[in-house]
């Protein structure tokens, strides 16, 4: 099965940036879709941004232009860099890989366990 690592969560300052990296491992990675998600207290878990296994992305539009999601299929990593952050951003954030359809009677999709990203003056 795939297992899902994130890390580079932090406390940030308005304006400032991080880099969220999601290894994974036990699996094929290259074939998956790649997802970043995030979920603030009380409210629901939101789509931030994608990534196709041909490198196609989209973003949530509260986060276009700021951040950015690019995967390295030789280190099995997907990254989120996030710029200019705001306050708004504050929230667990969750890798996700989801299989090709084709596969998804075969592949299951996995989530991380979610690193914390506090943006706070």
């Known amino acids: 099965q795939v297992q899902l690592v994130e890390s580079g969560g932090g406390l940030v300052q308005p304006g400032g940036s991080l880099r969220l990296s999601c290894a994974a491992s036990g699996s094929i990675f290259s074939i998956y879709a790649m997802g970043w998600y995030r979920q603030a207290p009380g409210k629901q878990r939101e789509l931030v941004a994608a990534?196709?296994?041909?490198?196609?992305?989209n973003y949530a539009d509260s986060v276009k232009g700021r951040f950015t999601i690019s995967r390295d299929n030789a280190k099995n990593t997907v990254y989120l860099q996030m710029n200019s952050l705001k306050p708004e951003d504050t929230a667990v954030y969750y890798c996700n890989a989801d299989p090709p359809s084709h596969l998804s009677d075969y592949l299951n999709d996995y989530w991380g366990q979610g690193t914390q990203v506090t943006v706070s003056s």
């Open positions: 990534i196709t296994s041909g490198g196609s992305t």
